[in-house]
């Protein structure tokens, strides 16, 4: 690295590391989409769910930060497959270990950054070495700068070499087993007339490929945004423009009797609005992308996001802050005129929304995919069932319908395998259908019973127990006890699904009871409904209620007042 590359990437610090190590372009958004993110500890979700945690011992809790070279950096997603890259050369495919690429600190910039997927799987290192599978012999000279973005062609370019395009951070492009670019992108000068890749604005950051023309599209840091036609992709000058050994200037093109011209050059698309102060960066931009009818999106890390149809004004302004690392946007996706945007703290934005969509546990969020299809659920972890336990207090001889309410992440709750041991409650009898027990009521005493459910891939049935306690009548007309609500623990409640949660109460002095809520408070903010006259909490959460929410109960016989207090977990299943 020369002096001058040096100087930007002090100067930048950790913003300029995000943005070369985790802003490049390369759930369920809209009707059609599985939204996939994953974060630099190996986190892997799709809509909010943890699908896999991928092996990192990064830590940057403490400083300096711990294992640096083991953050996941990149994440591709193709029909049902997905792929996980490493900082230090590991791969994952769904999953499972796929191969782990060279990689060492000691040569210098060896950092792998970026995958692309075609027929083959491509990797791309920061000093130009370009990886087809676990094959990484081919390398493109770099020339002090970095290598950032890589993408596949839909249609076959070179006859030899990896088929891909490889783009550095001073715009020139490399693809096949040309060692010399065969397109440059030429942005001008910067806001302090530096020039490509010399300083963070003018830093080229990756490409899109429309898939209407097939045409190569590039972005840079300052908004400038260039087009080329790949055929017109020609490497045949051998000359680098970003070779500064000393020899004399490099045209870019010329005539007859003028030297050799370089690679060709790339036409300006937009130039949006960019950095005031390039020194500070807050709008920058990091993410490129094409719909499938060839409209375009940009994301500037301040949360602006551009369209190709109206560049007079952002589209949408989600809520960032360009000088905040945590409120940082990172990536975006769009697929069917639906996108997804993706900021460092976890928080995801679908479309013109300003209010999160999802808000992702764990932070430090780098990548964002989208897919039509179901996922490889090959090497998921299964999770067992989750029921909804009822501690359930009735009178004496009363008589009680007690749910059995079963959820399961990867599997529709019907499909349950489930069984009852009524054995500890007297008289009472199973409702496969309404999956309710039924109980005639009993003397005074403690009661149980027990609900196993297998999903049919546990090794054995997860069982849930179930206590009845019978309380004698409070026979003193001058006494006055509370109201006994039967209580519930764990109620797992699904994205999409609609749950219905029955209220058993009951009074040891035969009082009329009153159930009430804060419509405003808790789940019931959020869509939750409570009928008063049924005597339930009904919900279908969404995707923005994932996470645990409370929902308070009050039961009261006049004078005095006992709070049931219920816990929703949301989260996004994984059933498709």
Known sequence: MNARHAA?????GLACAALLLGLQPSGRAGDTSLIYTLNDRGNLSIGGTLLEKLPSTFDPTVTPAQNTQQQWVDLVVEGSDRWALRLDGRVHQNGKKLFVLPFDPAEGSTSWLRLA????????????????????????????FLFVDLVTPAIPLFTGGPAALALRSDGAIFGGDELTPGMLLVGGDGVIGSKDGEFIDTFWVGLAI????????????????????????????????????????????????????????????????????????????????????????????????????????????????????????????????????????????QDTSTDPTIDLDKKRYRRLALSGDAPDLSSFKNRPPVAATYKTVRLENEAAVIPVLLSDVDKASAELEVTVDLSGLPGATWDPEARTVNFPGALAGSY????????????????????????????DPLKNLPPSPSRVKKVQALVGHPLVVPL?????????LTLSVDPAAGAFGRGAVFDAQAGTVSWTPTFADIGKWPAVVSVSDGVKTVKLKLSFQVINPLIF
Request: glycine share 12%; hydrophobic share 35%; aromatic share 8%.
């Open 448 to 475: 149980r019973f027990t609900v196993s459910a297998s999903d049919g891939l546990i090794a054995q049935p997860k069982t849930f127990k179930y206590t009845v306690k019978v309380l004698a009548a409070d026979l």
């Open 210 to 349: 429309d898939p209407t023309t097939d045409e190569v599209l590039g972005l840079r840091a300052d908004g400038k945004i260039h087009r080329f036609a790949p055929a017109d992709f020609d490497a045949s000058s051998g000359i680098d423009p970003g070779d500064d050994s000393g020899g004399p200037p490099l045209p870019l093109g010329g005539g007859e009797g003028d030297p050799p011209a370089g690679p060709p050059v790339g036409t300006l698309e937009a130039a949006l609005p960019g950095p005031l102060n390039p020194v500070t960066g807050d709008r920058l931009y990091v993410q490129l992308d094409v719909d499938a009818d060839g409209t375009w999106y940009a994301l500037r890390q301040d949360g602006a996001v551009f369209r190709s149809d109206d560049l007079a004004a952002p589209l949408v302004d989600f809520p960032g802050d360009g000088l905040d690392p945590e409120k940082t946007f990172v990536d975006l996706r769009v697929r069917n005129g639906s996108f997804v945007a993706l900021r460092f703290d976890g928080l995801l934005f």
């Open 504 to 512: 058993l109460t009951t009074d040891r002095d035969g009082d009329a």
């Open 8 to 12: 930007v990437l002090l100067r930048r």
């Open 117 to 144: 997927h075609a027929d083959e799987l491509y990797s791309l290192r920061a000093d130009g070495t370009l990886a087809v599978g676990d094959d990484a012999s081919t390398r493109y000279n770099n020339f002090s």
